[in-house]
């Protein structure tokens, strides 16, 4: 199939594509595979739009030329967001997952809420399988499906052609040959263990009972995309919805959303299937820059601090990936630390030195036809021999001609010996958090409350708003050989938000990332720790704090319809477990309730002990035209009341937003 592709593309003439400029570099930064994006999606098993092929240096401009090819990608590894965990005794007796700082999935799961509908996938580095929380009451593994990518004891998944298929059945019977990691064990525990390694349960993450769907993957973006694939595949296959976590993320790529696994996940996401990325660790850490794009015969520059390098014997060094709007033109410049200088680097042109202080490499490419944009990549490395990197300042300098704003990610700092300096901490979520329909979370700390201290900042380099909120970080979760462990990071906070998505789509398994997004943002805790940073959404917070019971109780409660000229009927589910339920009139563009004290209130209905739920309630609203109380120009909204708790619900968007604040409008 290679050579007849290869044959094929060799006729193609005028340039239609781009390419990658990392794909081009000769050393080990990327994987074995090429991504090709294509113009229209190929029948596959796949994410829709991409084609892997093996990677080819020589020939990747070749395919780019190809009329249905609009970019040839590189294949590059994403890092485990902070796996970080303790046995502290004393710490972990402090500790649950579901009931610290007000998560409240405790109180969705006494609720009967345990995600039992919905399947829970995780894309990690391995699971220990037989910890007892990935195992139910009988002795049976959870899990359903296992693709270990990286291995090749059985058959692969049909329509891929590596890795290793293993089901239920055989994991229960101990064939499976999977071997654990010890970060892909704590995330899945997060989002779904379900406690059992402890009498009394203390442990269990948030979609207890959820049905699991793993894939074992070494990290590389060609495989998350496979992945992503493979999950909404198996998912429709057993007609069940699904969400998704990925606590994986690196900083190569425009941070925009155009990066293959983001596309992947936007090609895959949609109702009944919804992924959720952490937002990475990398505030505090000087991995980001932005500048001016300079005016005609002006300069901007950017300073790195290069520390020691180790000689370990493999290939070390740094890389710097720039973008910079397509309307502009930009010339990069390195100078060393002997102040020996490389370039300029006119657009399209790249350069490749052996110098002193190291192997000096340089792309700036003409555009990135996916976003519109320019792209240029920096690696400076040794030989992997005696010679290493030069310690020292190096400076990037860039002589432009246009206006807009540049960015600069360090995307590889082996050892972290290389810093940005007087670096900018937004805009450093990693990816694949910044795609347009994933969940994006940032984390908080257990101990005071108080945002995560490395918590990635939004938004994205395209203005979008995220965050969407953050859950806890420092949590206990299970551990390899049985045990449990400390965790943090927002690898540990992004599984706790995929929890509670499993619980909602439990409950109302067609809502796509839109509406969930929607309802997560609003049924987020804003109080006084989150207001004390800024009102929400701040770039650091997002819409604040993750808070299951409602969010969940959100989804499947109140439905209203005509049920005659001027009789309008409200029903409800006997789970929304509200004591009473209040209806209002809405005439406006959005819902408020005036501050004369609710005047607009058509009818107040109290559920008694003994009243069936399912049978509803009628009222009469003679003084609105049909036309307009059936939601053309107005709505119907209904106010649930439980204890100090309360829900309103919008009928046009068709679920309830927790009523954090009197002057609170619906989205």
């Not at 004393?90 to 999935?105: I, K, N, P, S």
């Not at 339920?581 to 209130?601: H, I, K, L, Q």
């Not at 009469?620 to 120009?633: K, Y």
Request: hydrophobic share 40%; proline share 6%.
């Amino acid at each position: 199939m290679t050579v007849l592709l290869l044959g094929l593309l060799l006729h193609a003439s005028a340039s239609r594509g781009s390419v990658d400029p990392l794909l081009l570099h000769p050393g080990p930064w990327c994987g074995d595979r090429m991504i090709i994006h294509t113009r229209a999606p190929e029948p596959s098993a796949g994410p829709p739009g991409l084609i892997m092929a093996p990677r080819c240096r020589e020939t990747a401009r070749v395919v780019a030329a190809a009329p249905w090819v609009r970019h040839v990608e590189a294949s590059v590894p994403l890092d485990l967001l902070l796996d970080v965990a303790t046995s502290d005794s004393a710490l972990m007796a402090a500790d649950t997952v579901v009931a610290f700082l007000g998560v409240a999935a405790d109180g969705a799961q006494a609720a009967g809420w345990s995600g039992q509908e919905c399947l829970l996938a995780v894309i990690d580095n391995g699971f220990e399988l037989v910890h007892p929380d990935f195992v139910d009451s009988s002795g049976a593994s959870r899990v359903v499906l296992l693709w270990d990518q990286t291995a090749s004891d059985t058959p692969p998944p049909a329509g891929f052609d590596y890795g290793s298929l293993w089901t239920g059945e055989e994991i229960t019977a101990g064939t499976c040959t999977q071997t654990a990691g010890a970060h892909g064990t704590r995330v899945l525990g997060a989002a779904a263990g379900n406690g059992r390694g402890m009498a009394d349960l203390r442990y269990r993450g948030v979609a207890a009972e959820s049905a699991l769907l793993l894939v074992k993957t070494d990290g590389l973006t060609d495989r998350i995309s496979d992945a992503l694939a493979w999950i909404a595949l198996t998912a429709t296959a057993l007609q069940k919805p699904v969400s998704v976590n990925l606590s994986l993320g690196s900083h190569y790529g425009a941070h925009d959303g155009t990066r293959a696994d983001e596309l992947a996940i936007d090609a895959v996401s949609g109702e009944g299937v919804i992924v959720t990325c952490a937002a990475g660790n990398s505030d505090g850490v000087p991995v980001h820059a932005k500048g001016a794009v300079p005016a005609a015969g002006e300069t901007d520059s950017l300073a790195l601090a290069v520390g020691d390098y180790p000689q370990s014997g493999a290939i070390e060094g740094f890389g710097l990936d720039l973008w910079y709007p397509g309307a502009c033109s930009l010339r990069v410049v390195l100078r060393d630390p002997f102040e020996a200088l490389h370039g300029p680097v006119a657009m399209g042109d790249t350069l490749a030195e052996d110098a002193v202080s190291g192997n000096v490499w340089i792309a700036n490419d003409v555009d990135a036809p996916l976003n519109g944009d320019h792209h240029a990549v920096l690696i400076v490395s040794d030989d992997g021999a005696a010679d290493s990197v030069s310690a020292g300042a190096w400076t990037v300098t860039l002589q432009g001609d246009g206006r807009g704003e540049w960015h600069a990610w360090l995307f590889m700092r082996s050892h972290g010996a290389t810093s940005i300096i007087d670096a900018d901490s937004t805009c450093t979520l990693v990816m694949p958090g910044t795609a347009d329909s994933c969940l994006t979370v940032g984390g908080y700390s257990r101990d005071n409350g108080n945002a995560y201290d490395f918590s990635s900042r939004g938004p994205t380099r395209d203005g979008r708003d995220r965050p969407d909120l953050c859950a806890p970080t420092f949590i206990t979760t299970p551990n390899p050989g049985g045990a449990y462990a400390l965790f943090s990071g927002t690898s540990a906070s992004s599984p706790q938000v995929a929890g509670a998505v499993a619980l909602a789509l439990s409950r109302s398994a067609d809502v796509g990332p839109a509406d969930m997004r929607a309802s997560l943002r609003t049924s987020a805790r804003t109080d006084g720790l989150v207001t004390e940073h800024g009102l929400p959404p701040t770039d650091k917070w997002g819409h604040g704090r993750l808070y299951v019971e409602p969010l969940v109780r959100s989804f499947g409660l109140i439905a209203i319809s005509v049920a005659g000229d001027t009789t309008f009927a409200l029903t409800w589910g006997d789970a929304a477990g509200a004591d009473a339920y209040e209806v209002y009139r809405d005439t406006t563009a959005f819902f408020a309730p005036d501050s004369g004290g609710f005047s607009n209130r058509v009818a107040v209905v109290s559920l008694a002990d003994d009243e069936d739920p399912a049978e509803g309630f009628q009222w009469e609203d003679p003084s609105a035209d049909p036309l307009v109380a059936a939601g053309r120009l107005c709505a119907y909204v209904v106010r649930a009341l439980k204890g100090d708790e309360s829900w309103w619900s919008d009928t046009r968007a068709g679920g309830l937003t927790r009523d954090t604040h009197d002057d609170r409008r619906m989205r």
